[in-house]
Structure formats: C-alpha cells, structure tokens
C-alpha cells in the first residue's frame, strides 16, 4: 500500500498526465493515447483519492464529474465589458468598415490592414477568469456588462483546462464560445426520442441551455466544446498582434479555432468569407458568419469603440434564412423608457434551425411603411442571433379579412395615455415609473453600477419585490425591512442583510449618477454629468423651462424636451421627493453657468491601475463633476494618464505618446487645485 508522500507524488504525476492528454485530446485534436488508456489513468487517480481524502485537490481532473447542483446562477459583473459586435451583410458593408478603419488610422486608400479572420460560433459567448493560472470563475455574456456564473458547469467540459500549462500571467480573462458539434446534438436527440425526454430545436439554443443548467451533472451528457478567441482583463504585457496572442493562448492550454487566418486587407477579408462560406456545410459545427479583427493591437487602441461594439472589428454575417408565414395578432410591449413596440404573432414556422412564433415590427412607422396587417402572409428573416423580423407582405396572399394595425390609446399594462410626439417613429406610455412594465425595468437601471450601484439587487430579487407589492417606486428599496427581504425566495437572513447594507451604502451618491439612475429618456452617464455640473442643485433642474436646459453643452432641443417633460410628471417629482426623504443624498456642489468655467473642462483623462484612496468609477465622478472626460483608450488628445496601482498597457501607451502621467498624489492634487 503507498505511503501518503508516495501517494502524493504519484497523484501529481497522474493529473499531470490526464491533463496533459487532455490538452493533446481536446486542444491539438492529436491524441497520444487510447480512451481506454486514458480512462485507466483517470480511474487510478480516483482510486488514489479516495484512499486519500487530503489528495482530493479541487483543481483535480476527477472534480470534473459528480457536482453538486447550485440553488441558482448568481449574477457576475464583468471587469470588462463583452461587447457586441457590428454586422456586415453585404460585401459593401465590410468594404465600409475597411475604409472606415484606414480613415481612422489615417492610411492611404492603398494601404491594407492587416486582420485577423474566424469563423463566427453559434454557441453561447462565456468569460473564463483565471488567476495565477487556475480557472476561478466562468460567467455568460448576458446584456455585456452583467451575466449570470455558470463555474459549476464549466468545470465539466474536458476541453476546459482547470489550470493553465506554462507560466501564464496573474490574472488572465478569456473569452470563449460554447458550442455543441452537429453530429453529437443529433446523437442527444435521438437518444432523448427513446427515452422519451424533451428534444432539443438546434444546437445552438442547447448549448446555450445546458450551459445555464443548475445541475453540473447534465453537462457530462452533452457534447459541448469550445474555441477561445478574446481577451478580457488581464495583467499581461499583450504581444503586438492578436493572432500573436491567441498562439500563446494555445500554448498554455486553451483551445482556439483551427481556422484562424490573418489575412490583408479587404480583399483578403473577403476571399476568407467566402472560403469559409463554402466549407460550411462540411465543418462539424455551426457557424452563422465570420468576424474580421484588426490584428494590431495598437491599431485597435488607436479605432477604440462606439457605443457598445469595438471600432476594430466586425461580424460578416451568411445570408440570412426565410420562410413564409401568417400573422396572427399584433401586441405591443412596454419597454424600459415608455416605448410601445409592436410585435407580431405568428403561426409557427421553422427559420434557420428555429422555431419562430414572434417578430418585432420595431415601431408604427415600420409597420405603416411595410402596410403589415393582421391575416397577412408574411417573409420572416433570421440571420443568426438577430431577433426575427418581418421583411415583406405578400400581397398577393392578403385576404378580405385582413385588419390594420391600430396604436392603441392606453397603455395596455397600465392604461396610462399613449402618446407619439409628431416626428417620431416610438409612441410612449405616460405612465413613467408608475406604470408596472417600466417599473421593473426602471429598477435594475436605478440599480445598476454606473447609476446608484446597488450590490446585490438583481433582477429576480427585483422581480420578487414588484410582483409581491413591496416595490412601486425606487423610493421603496429604501423602505424596505429585514423581514421583507429576507422572506424572498431562496434569501437568507445573511443575504438580506448584505442588500440592506448595500441599499443603505447607496443613499451616498453624486447628482450625476441620481440623475442618470432616474432613467430620463436620452439622458446618458455624460448627459446626466453635464446637467448636474451645469444646474449643481435639482431643485433649478426641476424649476429649469426648456430654454435653460438647452443651455447646458451638448443638450440640444429634443433631450432638454425629455428633461423637462419627465421633471413636469407629478408622479416622477413624488419619486425624487420620497427618494430624498428616505435620505438619497450627494455631496453640494456650485452651480457652474456654463462648462467652460469647469477647471477640467476640455481635457480628457485615462484610468489605469488601482486608486486606494476612490473607485475608479469615484475618480471618474470627481473628473466628470470638473467638466472632464474619461476616455477607454490613450491617443494623442488625452491630456492625463492616472496610473494607480498595477498598472496596464495603457501606462505604456501613455509614455509612448508622451502623454502626461499622474500618481494617484499627483491625481489627488489635481483635484484639489481645481476650484
């Protein structure tokens, strides 16, 4: 029998290997040995820890099987968000984005960049976090900046690496898609018909499935992989090309797409689509386009980003899958804001691998552009993960019975009056956080971290709360009791505890981030900065007519209309009252009459590194409140690089360009000096 030092020594050597024959099994898709040799390794590993509890480390390859299902999938901020991306559909919309890319760049319409070009995954996009090598946290895309954590099943599929190989950085996010192989999903089907269990639609929707599953076991049933394409946070000093770094991403375990090609240009760009299109049909997965990324990484820091996709890189989506089909009904749905979307009902009909019983008609303009009417026979286009949508009626089909689409004149879930301002497309309800479908809504903006940053409050805690009348308004979060909270579904006392701690932390904030919380239609993070730095109080917001809130930088006629009209609600003024007497405050500042007088106004920042003494979403505030600007990215305009500590690449960027440096001392003196 081994001694415990033997039996240590030799449980190292067989994770070694079983890892290492995963990385040539699952990775380099070049196996050195047999199943039943691999399985023989993998059985004496658990037979050694079994003898041997205190060997059972949790990074084992025997930890992979045999999880215990979790309560729920918790909610997981990212470091950094996983954007969208940019859809081409047509050869001259890649041409556009090339050229766009060389004008930002400032080449010549001769140059070529140089991209690097993948075939586009339909599966489910996943963060993978590592620290000092090890994995420590999984978590789904979800709306970019929030998903859910899915560790406990990504600790099942073999083709994820427990610990990296090498010497990999400290902290190193990856960004991966899981996907599930044709021929396997096909084996789950039929094997799901025999034993009479519920068949899946198409692979992509079970992967996507399997992978939100709160019982790792099922994971093991299913044949799921992974490519690795992205980065997300890291401390490592990047290499110069992105290919560059996915080659080091494959040496230290994780698998990437063999199909990978850095091509020049947008004739090259286009000669790998259409390579890649006509090998479609014969890869063992699914793919709906293929995605082009400028392969430089200084030149995607020079591109950076527009609203929540990168300037650097685009989707070249396949043509797009149609069917035919009737409509229905036409409902409309309340969104966030007001909005009335109509959304078409539709006999069933089966669009590129899915089942599609819903399409949205955006707005009443489109469907009186389209003349959609209830009865008619439709074209129903899906491309990819783009939501159904109607592109034509066919006239010919059209019957006698057919009706026209009416704007209804109540909201349909509150009944509040609907009103369309003449010039636009959206008709809004008026019944603004009275109305329940924008309350919800409503809430998780108020909660979310770049407004009042309520640790803990998600949506289903949110769901809970509005449909159990505890929560009409904001002002109630502030009302609520431990009993309260902790009679919700799966909420412990202890957690209770932490969302009041967290409500409590809350009520300190600044009057940007109140008056961005409130959720005013078009007023965005710099929108709502600008109206606090400008007015400095809300009671002269409040009082403010629209020719005064038009004075504010960059607040045109239309946004200062949505100020003042959402100030004019009694009900949203009863929300701010209640808010203020439940103790929201923020620290007073002085009216500025206009942005010029801002001692940083004009000047843009960069924040990298960690400030012991603020957040970096607190220094941002601080900066914004002084009519500065906070920028993702170094260029030759930046006027100030706030290195904390640990530092990233931007430091490096900073100090290329000549750009000014601040230690978070000089930072802080900054600050100070800056009436």
Same mark, same amino acid.
């Given at each position: 029998?081994?001694?415990?030092?033997?039996?240590?020594?030799?449980?190292?050597?067989?994770?070694?290997?079983?890892?290492?024959?995963?990385y040539?099994?699952?990775?380099?898709?070049?196996?050195?040995?047999s199943?039943a040799?691999y399985?023989?390794?993998?059985k004496?590993?658990k037979?050694?820890?079994?003898k041997?509890?205190?060997?059972a480390? %949790?990074?084992?390859?025997?930890?992979?099987?045999?999880?215990?299902?979790?309560?729920?999938?918790?909610?997981?901020?990212?470091?950094?968000?996983m954007?969208?991306?940019?859809?081409a559909?047509?050869?001259?919309?890649?041409?556009?984005f090339?050229?766009?890319?060389?004008? $930002?760049?400032?080449?010549?319409?001769?140059?070529?960049?140089?991209?690097?070009?993948?075939?586009?995954?339909?599966?489910?996009?996943?963060?993978?976090? =590592?620290?000092?090598?090890?994995?420590v946290?999984?978590?789904t895309?979800?709306?970019g900046?929030? #998903?859910?954590?899915?560790?406990?099943?990504?600790?099942?599929?073999?083709s994820?690496?427990?610990r990296?190989?090498g010497?990999?950085?400290g902290?190193?996010?990856?960004?991966?898609?899981?996907?599930?192989?044709?021929?396997?999903?096909?084996?789950?089907?039929?094997?799901?018909?025999?034993d009479?269990?519920?068949?899946?639609?198409?692979?992509?929707?079970?992967?996507?499935g399997?992978?939100?599953?709160?019982d790792?076991n099922?994971?093991?049933?299913?044949?799921?992989d992974v490519?690795?394409?992205?980065?997300g946070?890291?401390?490592?000093?990047?290499?110069?090309r992105h290919?560059?770094?996915?080659d080091?991403?494959?040496?230290?375990?994780?698998?990437?797409?063999?199909?990978?090609?850095?091509?020049?240009?947008?004739?090259g760009c286009?000669? =790998?689509?259409?390579d890649?299109?006509?090998?479609r049909a014969?890869?063992?997965?699914?793919?709906?386009?293929?995605?082009y990324?400028?392969?430089?990484?200084?030149?995607q820091?020079?591109?950076?980003?527009?609203?929540?996709?990168?300037?650097?890189?685009?989707?070249?989506?396949?043509?797009?899958?149609?069917?035919? *089909?009737?409509?229905?009904?036409?409902?409309?749905?309340?969104g966030?804001?007001?909005a009335?979307t109509?959304?078409?009902?539709?006999?069933?009909?089966?669009?590129g691998?899915?089942?599609?019983?819903?399409?949205t008609?955006?707005?009443?303009?489109?469907? !009186?552009?389209?003349?959609?009417r209830?009865?008619?026979t439709?074209?129903i286009?899906?491309?990819?993960?783009?939501?159904? !949508?109607?592109? $034509?009626v066919?006239?010919? $089909?059209?019957?006698?019975?057919?009706r026209?689409?009416k704007?209804?004149?109540?909201?349909?879930v509150?009944?509040?009056?609907?009103e369309?301002?003449?010039?636009?497309?959206v008709a809004?309800? *008026?019944?603004?956080l009275?109305?329940?479908a924008?309350?919800k809504?409503?809430?998780?903006?108020?909660a979310?971290?770049?407004?009042?940053?309520?640790?803990?409050?998600?949506?289903?805690?949110?769901?809970q709360?509005v449909?159990?009348?505890?929560?009409?308004?904001?002002?109630?979060?502030?009302?609520? *009791?431990?009993?309260?909270?902790?009679?919700?579904?799966?909420?412990?006392?202890?957690?209770?505890?932490?969302?009041?701690?967290?409500?409590?932390k809350?009520?300190?904030?600044?009057?940007?981030?109140f008056? =961005?919380?409130?959720g005013?239609?078009d007023?965005? !993070?710099?929108t709502a900065?600008?109206?606090?730095?400008y007015?400095? $109080?809300?009671?002269?917001?409040?009082?403010a007519?629209?020719?005064?809130?038009?004075?504010?930088?960059?607040?045109?006629?239309?946004?200062?209309?949505?100020?003042?009209?959402?100030?004019?609600? %009694?009900?949203?003024?009863?929300?701010?009252?209640?808010?203020?007497?439940?103790g929201?405050?923020?620290p007073?500042?002085?009216?500025?009459?206009?942005a010029?007088? #801002?001692?940083?106004?004009?000047?843009?920042?960069?924040?990298? #590194?960690?400030?012991?003494?603020?957040?970096?979403?607190?220094?941002?505030?601080?900066?914004?409140?002084?009519g500065?600007k906070?920028s993702?990215?170094v260029?030759?305009?930046?006027?100030y690089?706030?290195?904390?500590?640990?530092?990233?690449?931007k430091?490096?960027?900073?100090?290329?360009?000549?750009v000014t440096?601040?230690? !978070?001392?000089?930072?802080?003196?900054?600050?100070e *000096?800056?009436?």
């Open positions: 029998m081994s001694t415990p030092t033997s039996a240590q020594g030799r449980a190292l050597e067989l994770r070694r290997q079983i890892e290492y024959h995963n040539r099994y699952h990775v380099l898709d070049d196996p050195e040995i199943d040799e399985d023989r390794l993998l004496e590993l037979s050694l820890e079994a041997h509890p205190e060997l480390a %949790p990074d084992s390859p025997t930890q992979r099987v045999g999880a215990t299902p979790v309560g729920e999938l918790r909610d997981v901020t990212h470091a950094v968000p954007l969208s991306l940019d859809n559909f047509l050869d001259e919309d890649l041409l556009a090339d050229k766009r890319v060389r004008d $930002k760049l400032e080449l010549g319409d001769d140059a070529r960049v140089e991209y690097a070009a993948e075939p586009k995954l339909d599966g489910l996009a996943v963060s993978f976090r =590592y620290e000092k090598g090890k994995l946290q999984a978590a895309r979800g709306d900046l929030h #998903g859910e954590d899915i560790t406990h099943n990504v600790l099942e599929l073999k994820v690496p427990h990296l190989d010497s990999p950085p902290v190193l996010e990856v960004r991966g898609e899981v996907f599930m192989t044709i021929a396997g999903f096909k084996r789950m089907n039929e094997q799901a018909l025999k009479g269990e519920k068949v899946f639609v198409n692979p992509r929707n079970s992967a996507a399997s992978m939100r599953q709160l790792p099922l994971i093991r049933k299913r044949p799921l490519f690795f394409y992205g980065l946070e890291t401390d490592w000093q990047l290499p110069a290919s560059e770094a996915l080091q991403l494959k040496k230290w375990g994780l698998k990437i797409s063999p199909l990978i090609k850095v091509v020049q240009g947008a004739a286009l000669e =790998y689509y259409r890649i299109g006509a090998r014969k890869l063992s997965y699914e793919i709906d386009g293929v995605v990324k400028v392969n430089s990484y200084r030149q820091r020079e591109l950076g980003f527009v609203s929540r996709a990168p300037r650097w890189a685009i989707a070249h989506k396949f043509p797009a899958h149609e069917e035919n *089909t009737v409509v229905r009904e036409v409902e409309f749905q309340v966030r804001t007001g009335l109509p959304v078409a009902r539709l006999e069933p009909v089966f669009v691998g899915v089942t599609v019983s819903n399409a008609l955006h707005n009443m303009d489109e469907v !009186e552009r389209k003349d959609v209830i009865g008619d439709v074209v286009r899906r491309a990819g993960d783009v939501i159904p !949508e109607i592109v $034509k066919i006239l010919e $089909k059209r019957p006698k019975s057919a026209k689409v704007l209804p004149l109540q909201c349909p509150c009944g509040s009056e609907v369309r301002v003449e010039g636009e497309a809004r309800c *008026t019944g603004g009275f109305c329940p924008q309350r809504e409503a809430l998780r903006h108020f979310a971290r770049r407004a009042l940053d309520i640790e803990g409050l998600g949506s289903k805690i949110i769901d709360l449909d159990g009348g505890l929560v009409n308004s904001p002002a109630d979060l502030y009302s609520l *009791t431990l009993e309260q909270i902790a009679g919700l579904e799966r909420m412990a006392e202890k957690s209770a505890q932490n969302l009041l701690d967290a409500l409590a809350s009520k300190s904030t600044t009057l940007a981030r008056l =961005y919380a409130l005013i239609r007023v965005g !993070e710099s900065a600008a109206l606090a730095a007015f400095g $109080k809300i009671d002269a917001l409040l009082e007519d629209e020719a005064a809130i038009q004075e504010v930088p960059d607040v045109g006629p239309i946004v200062a209309a949505h100020v003042h009209h959402f100030f004019q609600q %009694p009900q949203n003024r009863a929300v701010i009252d209640g808010l203020r007497q439940r929201v405050h923020w007073a500042q002085q009216r500025r009459a206009a010029s007088e #801002g001692a940083l106004n004009g000047k843009t920042f960069v924040l990298t #590194g960690s400030l012991d003494s603020m957040s970096r979403d607190q220094a941002a505030d601080r900066i914004a409140a002084l500065g906070v993702g990215s260029s030759k305009k930046t006027a690089v706030v290195a904390g500590a640990d530092p990233g690449s430091l490096a960027k900073a100090q290329e360009l000549g440096v601040l230690d !978070e001392a000089g930072f802080l003196k900054l600050l *000096t800056s009436p």
